[in-house]
Each structure stands twice: as structure tokens, then as C-alpha cells.
């Protein structure tokens, strides 16, 4: 299955949707525009929480305790905030937590 080219982010000047098939009513072409606004926003904050959580693991792997615990507490604090606005759901970022919270207590074990 072939997909189609992610469209650019929008701005001021570029439409919202950028397929052909629209809805015809009012309120579902309102929900259109709403549904992609909030898709873009919810992109960026995902992309965050990746970059957070592989911040921790390259400190955790390279032996720096104190850079994991500190990236694990802003990680951690970032998948609440996340949960808490709906862009993912929170046992999601529950399993993400204690999936990090696990990765620097095992770096920490194997240092001391």
C-alpha cells in the first residue's frame, strides 16, 4: 500500500485539508480543520516525548547516572503532562515511565 506524502504543516495562507474528498457540512468541515490542527499539535508533542525518553537512554547507556535521573524526572513530568492532554493515553505514558524508571535503576545497580 502506497501512502500519500505527509502535507505541510500548516500556516496562515495553506487550507487546512489537503485531500479532495471534503464533507459537504458545515460542522464536519469545521471538525476537519479542528481534527488537523490538533493532529499537528499532538505531532510535535510525541516527537518531544521521543526525543526525552532516548535523552535518558544514551545516559543511561553511556554511564551518566546523574544526567538519566535528572532526564527520567523531565520525561517523566513531560508523559503526564501528555496523558493529561490527551495526545497519548495515560497507562501509555504509565508503561513509558516505568519502562525508563526500570532502564536508570539498572544503570544505577550496575555502576555501584
Known amino acids: 500500500m502506497v501512502r500519500a506524502p505527509e502535507p505541510p504543516a500548516p500556516d496562515a495562507r495553506t487550507p487546512l485539508v489537503h485531500w479532495p474528498a471534503v464533507a459537504n ?61 490527551g495526545v497519548i493515553h495515560k497507562r501509555t505514558a504509565a508503561r513509558r515511565k516505568s519502562r525508563l524508571a526500570r532502564m536508570v535503576a539498572r544503570s544505577q545497580s550496575a555502576e555501584g
Do not use: P
Not at 480543520?33 to 544514551?58: D, F, G, Y
Not at 543511561?60 to 527520567?72: F, N
Open 25 to 85: 457540512i458545515k460542522s464536519q468541515i469545521k471538525r476537519n480543520r479542528q481534527n488537523e490542527r490538533r493532529r499537528v499539535r499532538n505531532k510535535s508533542v510525541r516527537t518531544a516525548l521521543k526525543t526525552a525518553a532516548k535523552k535518558v537512554r544514551t545516559a543511561a547507556d553511556g554511564g551518566e547516572l546523574e544526567a538519566a535521573q535528572d532526564g527520567a524526572r523531565a520525561a517523566s513530568r513531560a508523559l503526564d503532562k501528555a496523558a493529561s492532554g
